[in-house]
């Protein structure tokens, strides 16, 4: 099956800081990817939709100049969060739908990156 | 615009009992839905999918979900629940092709001994 990997899973910087979490589709090419982020016991929240090529398309309400995304190439994604705040502590978790076959509807999951911001 | 809606935010039930987690959704299109799971500190996991044909859904562990154009449901069910079933899970909906998922707020089963 179609595997996303996400790097790295867990990471803590300082207020202040920039932390850039990839995104890599290992077995599939990915046009497009997909970024949330989920607060404790809460549900995921689309942040943004990642487009190889072209800029990414941005949910109201998220800061595109705080978090900034590149899809470089057709098998990786990245995510920086500048300037990163305490507030900005969660869990981001990104996924690539597999366009080929007979499930073009399926999207895969990478594992998930925890950022602790102190 | 598409929302879902998980009624219960917890369900506990004992090993080896029936459960339901429930799901509801609204759309002005054609929806296709999911269930994912999620184990603590671990990204989503899909549990089974509609998309088109049979209301009535089966994954590869037991559970089965039917979906119900009329009540606008896609009810996840299990006859008999293992320990290893605890877990949050979540119910998600997307109208178009490989398009983003809008998501339901969760439901965390505990399964007891």
């Known amino acids: 099956g179609a595997v996303v990997s996400q790097h790295p899973s867990r990471v803590i910087c300082k207020s202040g800081t920039s932390v850039k979490i990839e995104c890599r589709s290992l077995?599939?090419?990915?046009?497009?990817m997909f970024w949330y982020r989920q607060f404790p016991k809460q549900s995921l929240m689309l942040m943004a939709t990642?487009?190889?090529?072209?800029?990414?398309?941005?949910e109201q309400g998220v800061e595109k100049d705080k978090f900034l995304i590149n899809h470089a190439s057709l098998t990786l994604s990245t995510l920086t969060v500048t300037s990163a705040h305490p507030e900005d502590s969660s869990f981001y978790i990104c996924s690539a739908p597999n366009g080929r076959g007979r499930e073009p509807y399926e999207q895969y999951f990478g594992p998930g990156t925890r950022l602790t911001v102190t | 615009a598409q929302s879902v809606t998980q009624l219960d935010s917890q369900v506990p039930v004992f090993e080896e009992a029936p459960v339901e987690l429930r799901c509801n959704y609204s759309?002005?299109?054609?929806?296709?839905l999911f269930w994912y799971v999620q184990y603590p500190n671990q990204g989503l996991q899909l549990l089974l999918k509609?998309?088109?044909?049979?209301?009535l859904v089966e994954s590869i562990n037991g559970f089965e979900a039917e979906f119900n154009k009329s009540q606008t449901s896609f009810h996840l069910r299990k006859p008999s629940v293992h320990i290893s079933d605890t877990a949050e899970y979540f119910c998600a909906v997307t109208g178009g092709l490989g398009g983003k998922l809008t998501f339901g707020q969760g439901t965390i089963l505990t399964v007891h001994p």
């Open positions: 509609y998309l088109s044909g049979s209301t």
């Open positions: 990642s487009n190889e090529g072209s800029k990414a398309t941005y």
């Open positions: 077995d599939f090419q990915a046009t497009t």
């Open positions: 759309s002005s299109v054609s929806v296709y």
